[in-house]
């Protein structure tokens, strides 16, 4: 089923309500009670199982059985997200600021964009014609690395870099994760292109390390044990992503399993980058901190 408008929607709707409840969250995280907690637990699980319900209802066989089954499948999600929140509740803290609701959270917006990545390349109207483990990687590799899918994640990761967050190393990491992220070799599929950019992709690569070295080397003596943390999180992404490039020689059909390693770079760097705008480094620093007997200064 090929549906421009549907598209169109998905990324109109998704990619605003991405950035706002990521922004929300990012602004109750110095002292994340538990109604901002529960509100940014519950849309991040209520939008995730719906587009994975949409994604399932679209390239299933729509019979009966797959029919209630995508149906089911929104409805277990959020009963186990309300289980969640109802036993947080029982047991509720004055704060839930801590590394682990940092993690937690960034986990869940990452799992929004990857059902999105998939249900806008459904929307496409390209589906598994046959099961296969393989052919399931194939289907996921191309998904995440298309256009319709790299151009609301750029969106989002530029809203913050541009608008919310400050000079340091927390903008400087973050622009040299987007920068590895702009020149997606598999985004118009296979074709000449595939080329031109693996190109600018290998050079924005080098470029990133540089902006992010460069700035650590100056500032190695302020940095703290958290931002550490992160630049070994970097090398890890740097680690993949030139993986992710060197796979299309070693497998080069069918054309999305050539590019999995890419995707699953690229879906680490939307992790990784979703835990640096939420101040991780910050928090984790903190936590350290306090864990050593010291006053929390956030």
Known sequence: ??????????????????????????????????RPYAISIVILVMMGSMLDAFF????????FFDTVLSATIGMVLMTAALVYIFWIAVNAKKSYTSPMSVIGISGLIT????????????????????????????????????YLFLAPMLVEMLYFLAFRLSPGFQRRF?????????????????????????????????VSIYLLLSFVYKNRNSLTSGERQFMSLFFAIFALSAI???????????????????????????FIYFTNVLDLAKISTVSEAVGKGQPSVL
Not at 56 to 63: A, E, G, L, T
Not at 264 to 270: F, L, N
């Open 1 to 34: 089923m090929y549906s421009p408008l549907l598209i169109v929607l998905t990324e109109v709707v998704m990619t605003p309500l991405i950035v706002w409840i990521i922004d929300y969250t990012r602004k109750n995280m110095g002292q994340l009670g538990f």
């Open 244 to 270: 992710g490039i060197v796979e299309p020689v070693v497998v080069s059909h069918p054309f999305g399993l050539s590019w999995a390693a890419l995707a699953v770079a690229m879906i680490v760097s939307m």
């Open 111 to 146: 799992w929004n964009e990857v059902s999105m990545a998939l249900l806008l390349f459904s929307l496409t109207g390209v589906h598994v014609s046959a099961r296969g483990g393989l052919l399931y990687v194939a289907y996921f590799g191309r998904s995440v690395t298309y």
């Open 174 to 206: 973050s622009l040299s994760v987007f920068l590895m992220q702009v020149a997606d070799p598999a985004l118009a599929g296979p074709g000449k292109f595939v080329t031109i950019m693996l190109a600018a992709y290998a050079v924005l690569m080098v």
């Open 56 to 63: 399932y209802y679209i390239v299933s066989p729509k019979d």
